[in-house]
């Protein structure tokens, strides 16, 4: 028996587990235990399928005996099973951040007990997406993951959060329409929806529908990737969830779309007849995110931006087509999913600590929490890309296949790739001259929780420790970019070359078809 | 692979009111646009299975060329109950935004207006830089040339507190 074959406990145990901590909703210390026990053990099993898959190959799994083209597969790649492992230490970290901020606060903000089992679905549903080889299928996990990010998005109620949710709802839902649509176009045109037997099917297709598909799946992803002219909704929902809620929606929703459409790019309409579109949009969402970043005061929405703006970056990397971009863009995704999530844990703890999240009503805070200080500093330095963190590395490997491609348009990237990281630690800069290094009493409208003197904002020990402890994990990619950049590197060959993927699901005698070259869309 | 003409008028219009009501501000209409949209898509995935046909699976003797394609009636299925889960949520928080605001209409972002208001003039950044800008300047403090009334009563009180506990 193959270990890959165990990949649908990595959906399975979550939603399990939700169910256990519902029927636990009485008891707050058991639901704890079961939701941690059954994120930790969910990692460990993901752990094991990233190694199976790099020393074995691409693998699928079958479900409930319906042979591929008509059936549900899961597949296990290496893109996939780097993405799962990722993904499980951010929410456990996550969640282990939010438990210690329900035993300190109790449950009046936020409904504890009813969060166990949300988030356990969402990840779930966040697993599924990455695990699934059926386009179907990839519809179902980003609406369970939607769904259980609804009831997230508007715990508790209050008024900010019901405004926000419903903006963040709308969208979702009108964007899970257009793919609803796309899915039922591309049955209509080939008759089936396995991936992998669509990427034989579509390169049937005439140039015309397999563009008009080919757009409408991106528009449908990029709406949930926050690509620029779809972002507009990720800034204004976002920041008014709890902490750790915005922390974890940072981190992975958005690198699930980024993901689909990896996978759009590179297996279903592979080649380069979108490349152009694809780089100027990439653009266009690293420059004008961090400009809108630039505007913000509130450290939550500043970070919504950055959020939006690199994922231009990966956008980039994918739109090169080129093993280098690819392999970096994969890399970065990796980067930015816990980089992002640490930060918004800190700017979490910036809260309790001082009152407020507003730069406006800051100061002083490297004096009154050196500790928090340094949490904020290191994913801060990540994100803008200072040497010698993963930050720097993987945008290094993003300008290096930018100019290794040498297209016009492509050196025009690698040098709003630059002003954008430079614009990023212009406005990571004045978030800590702000908040970290000034008085308190230099502040516009200083917080009075900052201006009390004494312990009053005390950190929970848990929210700490949970949030150092995802920063390592940060700075370890770092340390281990060697081999990280080698299962990108090695995903993205794999990845570009599809035979792997398209022969694991239905068989070694289908011929892969040729890639379109259509030199001339440069 | 025919197509029933009905059906696509059908879809065509559910289509367009869907839309038309998704653009509206109130909250209860863009609700009722989103059902539209999700039952116009449900008709094309209807449709993309083909004529109505027999039960597939029914008998052994049918002809499978008389089969209705079964897929694209699964994937209906699923995406019913998908779409009346969110419309169930949908109902649950315009009720809650019409309890906590008494109004059916999308309300703007206060942070996004405060943003677009702030004038290019920022109080840090652009000032007068004062002369002297020792710390312990003889002159008034350069706080007391900010006219924000919270922000010159508080720093008093906790100059005094940190030069005691200094």
């Known amino acids: ?522 | 692979m025919s197509i029933n003409l009905t059906l696509l008028i059908v879809m065509g219009v559910l289509y367009a009111c869907g839309i038309y009501l998704i653009l509206e501000r109130s909250l209860t209409r863009v609700l009722l646009g989103l059902m539209l949209l999700a039952n116009a898509t449900n008709i094309l995935i209807l449709s993309t299975g083909g004529y109505a046909g027999l039960a597939p699976f029914f008998t052994k003797e049918t002809n499978p060329d008389s089969y209705s394609d079964p897929l694209p009636q699964a994937l209906i299925l699923t995406s019913i109950v998908i779409s009346f889960a969110v419309t169930a949520f949908m109902l649950g928080i315009i009720y809650r935004t019409w309890v906590l605001a008494r109004q059916d209409e999308i309300q703007d972002d206060l942070e996004d207006v405060r943003v677009a208001k702030t004038p290019s003039f920022d109080a840090e950044d652009d000032a007068i830089v004062p002369l002297e800008t020792s710390e312990f300047a003889i002159t008034p403090s350069s706080t007391q040339d900010r006219n924000h009334p919270e922000a010159t009563e508080t720093p008093n009180s906790s100059t005094t507190q940190e030069g005691g506990s200094a």
């Open chain 1, 1 to 522: 028996m193959n270990l890959a074959s165990l990949s649908p406990l990595a959906v399975l145990l979550p939603i399990l587990g939700a169910a256990l901590a519902f029927l636990l909703i009485r008891h707050q210390t058991a639901q704890r235990v079961v939701s941690i026990g059954i994120l930790s053990s969910t990692l460990l099993l993901e752990c094991l399928l990233l190694f199976s898959v790099w020393t074995g190959g691409t693998t699928s799994v079958t479900l409930g005996g319906w042979l591929p083209p008509w059936g549900v597969v899961l597949v296990v790649d290496q893109f996939s099973s780097l993405m799962l492992v990722v993904s499980s230490v951010v929410s456990l970290a996550v969640l282990i951040y939010a438990t210690g901020q329900g035993m300190a606060d109790g449950d009046h903000e936020a409904p504890v007990s009813i969060f166990h089992p949300t988030y356990l679905i969402l990840v779930a549903g966040v697993s599924n997406a990455f695990l699934t080889g059926d386009l179907f299928n990839l519809y179902v996990g980003f609406e369970i993951l939607l769904t259980a990010s609804y009831v997230l998005m508007t715990l508790g109620g209050t008024g900010p959060r019901i405004r926000a949710g419903v903006t963040y709802v709308v969208v979702s839902v009108v964007s899970s329409v257009l793919f609803l649509i796309a899915i039922a176009m591309i049955y209509g045109a080939t008759g089936t929806i396995t991936m992998a037997d669509l990427a034989v099917k579509l390169a049937e297709l005439d140039q015309g529908t397999q563009n008009l598909l080919h757009v409408m799946l991106l528009v449908a992803f990029g709406i949930k990737a926050a690509v620029f002219p779809l972002s507009f909704w990720l800034p204004d929902s976002y920041p008014t969830a709890p902490a750790p809620v915005t922390a974890v929606f940072a981190g992975l929703l958005t690198k699930v779309g980024v993901y689909a459409m990896v996978r759009t790019e590179t297996l279903l309409f592979p080649g380069d007849t979108l490349n152009v579109p694809l780089m100027v949009v990439a653009l266009l969402t690293m420059v004008v995110g961090i400009l809108g970043a630039l505007a913000q005061s509130d450290i939550k929405r500043l970070l919504s931006f950055t959020l939006v703006s690199h994922i231009g970056y990966m956008v980039f990397g994918l739109a090169m087509s080129s093993v280098a971009g690819l392999g970096a863009a994969v890399f970065y995704v990796a980067h930015h999913i816990t980089v992002q999530t640490s930060l918004f844990l800190v700017t979490g703890l910036i809260e309790r600590r001082g009152g407020s999240s507003s730069i406006d009503r800051l100061g002083g805070l490297a004096k009154l929490s050196p500790l928090l200080a340094l949490l904020f500093f290191v994913p801060a330095m990540n994100l803008a890309g200072i040497p010698p963190f993963s930050g720097f590395l993987g945008k290094l490997g993003l300008l290096q296949a930018g100019v290794e491609l040498g297209t016009p348009l492509a050196i025009v990237l690698v040098v709003g790739g630059v002003v954008t990281s430079l614009l990023t630690l212009l406005a990571i800069a004045r978030v800590w001259n702000r908040a970290f290094w000034r008085k308190p009493e230099d502040a516009e409208y200083p917080d009075p929780v900052l201006l009390t003197p004494g312990n009053v904002g005390v950190l929970p020990r848990t929210m700490v420790g949970s949030t150092a402890a995802l920063v390592v994990f940060g700075v370890a990619l770092t340390v281990f970019a060697g081999p990280l950049f080698q299962v990108s590197d090695g995903s993205a060959e794999i990845m570009l070359d599809r035979s792997a993927y398209i022969h694991s699901v239905l068989g070694d005698s289908v011929e892969v078809p040729p890639l379109p070259q259509n030199g001339g869309a440069k």
